[in-house]
């Protein structure tokens, strides 16, 4: 059983382009995030989301949105892609700050 | 806000060594404090944690020691082996539900056989 899963695994698109990644939890966890991890591996949160509310959002461009409809779900949209964007882009969900993490298995962006 | 440093940013050890990797982190009010490891093409998955009223934790090979006046804390791995070979990132979180976790830069620990 898959704790947080994201889809898809890999995405290649071209400069411009919208896409989205999709995140999905079976933990029953109140907390989710977005992280991005760059090339040398720093992995920066970018969004926080409590039972469905933004809860952290770390100087993100606003091409950047991530929807929650609901609990198990947290989605990131991002607008007009750029170079870079590209990165891997980790899903986790947790009970709530001071609680462990559990992340996804990771999606790859790659914007040519 | 949370500032995480972690050093050595690469570690290269023989099977069998110890390996030593310590964070340092500014927000006196973080309490918890995470260790990652994320092995080659997965996310980071949690190896041990403690909190910050305890000073040490161990899980078998694995330890953390924490020292709060000094603002630091320490992964301890021990008898290394070739699996243990990652990237290690340490953590520094406040206990509410919006603590964010800080993250430092992460370790690339190589064990060689």
């Known amino acids: 059983d898959t704790a947080v899963s994201q889809t898809p695994k890999y995405l290649v698109t071209q400069m411009g382009n919208d896409k989205s990644i999709k995140c999905e939890q079976n933990?029953?966890?109140?907390?989710m995030y977005w992280y991005k991890q760059d090339s040398k591996k720093f992995l920066k949160i970018m969004f926080s989301?409590?039972?469905?509310?933004?809860?952290i959002n770390e100087t993100v461009p606003n091409r950047f949105s991530p929807k929650s409809p609901d609990k198990a779900h947290l989605n990131l949209h991002i607008n007009s892609l750029e170079l870079g964007d590209s990165a891997v882009y980790f899903c986790?969900?947790?009970?709530?700050?001071?609680?462990?993490?559990?992340f996804g298995p990771g999606t790859r962006l790659t914007v040519l | 806000g949370e500032n995480v440093e972690q050093h050595p940013s690469t570690l290269s050890v023989q099977e069998g060594d110890s390996a030593v990797i310590k964070c340092t982190y500014s927000?006196?009010?973080?309490?918890?404090f995470p260790w990652y490891k994320q092995e080659l093409g997965k996310g980071p998955q949690l190896i041990i944690d403690?909190?910050?009223?305890?000073g040490e934790k161990k899980d078998q090979r694995i330890a953390v020691t924490l020292n709060k006046t000094a603002k630091h804390f320490s992964l301890h791995i021990t008898e290394t082996q070739p699996e243990d070979s990652a990237v290690y990132f340490c953590?520094?979180?406040?206990?509410?539900?919006?603590?964010?976790?800080?993250f430092g830069d992460g370790t690339t620990l190589t064990v060689k056989p």
């Open positions: 986790a969900s947790s009970l709530g700050g001071g609680n462990e993490q559990f």
């Open positions: 933990l029953g966890h109140d907390t």
């Open positions: 989301y409590n039972n469905k509310e933004l809860i």
């Open positions: 927000d006196s009010a973080s309490n918890y």
């Open positions: 403690i909190r910050s009223n305890v």
């Open positions: 953590a520094a979180s406040i206990s509410t539900n919006a603590g964010k976790s800080t």
